[in-house]
């Protein structure tokens, strides 16, 4: 519980890479990437607190095959708009969230942190990686995390995006605050059916016990939006390749 309430704590405030890749005291940070030495084959091996990222067997992201139909509840969305603060925190671009949004899953309901980008796609569909994926992150009153996941396909531009990405500090470490009211609302798909399994943070420590709904239908995002977003980070991937699901069921 405790772990699950830190977790909470610094994704609201958008500072898990950076808490979590601490050595404490005056250790020097361990950096963790996707790429090289600190890349994901290696997040295990980085720090005793990483070792999930190795050894876990319910880790994200996965490769969404044979789902089985089942009488999911129902996702509903509820989201106000609000300014936002973005921040570049190295490895994307995390979007904190002003209390007072959340999401019902049948009677759970869990308030929305922040969300935050991916490219390409971390998970797949039917072995299909999309060009980026949306990840919007909440958590329950008991400290316990579900992640929305929104696909991305090229195709017209996605307005919030266009919002989003004229305030976007280029600079990592770096922070820009959004007085306007904007709504994560316009990121969503016109359908709430999802794909639903459980899994864990895909960026160290790799959490498990996170309840993850990947919405079914993708939304669209320009060529040069899905290129402005990668070149914050030299055009290189930011996504964690797909994990073993080592007999999860993944339901719809």
């Not at 979007?95 to 935050?116: M, T």
């Not at 993708?218 to 007999?247: E, W, Y």
Request: hydrophobic share 40%; glycine share 10%; charged share 15%.
């Amino acid at each position: 519980m405790r772990m699950f309430l830190l977790l909470v704590v610094c994704l609201s405030l958008g500072l898990t890479g950076s808490v979590f890749a601490s050595g404490g005291g005056e250790h020097a940070a361990v950096h963790w990437g996707y790429s090289g030495a600190g890349g994901p084959a290696h997040w295990g091996d980085l720090q005793p607190e990483f070792k999930l990222c190795g050894e876990g067997q319910q880790q994200s992201p996965i490769n969404i095959i044979d789902a089985v139909d089942s009488d999911l509840p129902e996702l509903t969305f509820n989201y106000a708009a609000t300014g936002l603060e973005l921040v570049n925190n190295g490895h994307t671009i995390k979007v904190n969230y002003a209390p007072g949004s959340s999401i019902r899953v049948g009677s759970d309901e869990y308030k929305l942190l922040q969300f935050h980008f991916h490219s390409l796609s971390e998970n797949a569909v039917d072995g299909q990686l999309f060009p980026a994926e949306a990840h919007l992150v909440h958590a329950n009153a008991a400290g316990e995390l579900a992640v929305v996941g929104v696909l991305f396909a090229e195709g017209d531009a996605n307005p919030l995006l266009e919002k989003l990405w004229r305030h976007t500090p280029s600079k990592a470490q770096s922070t820009m605050s959004v007085a306007s009211n904007v709504s994560v609302t316009e990121l969503l798909p016109g359908s709430a059916e999802y794909y639903a399994f459980s899994g864990s943070l895909t960026t160290p420590p790799c959490t498990e016990g996170v309840r993850w709904m990947v919405l079914k239908q993708p939304v669209t995002a320009s060529a040069a939006q899905i290129k402005k977003f990668r070149s914050f980070f030299g055009d290189h991937d930011t996504n964690r390749p797909v994990q073993p699901l080592n007999g999860r069921i993944v339901y719809q």
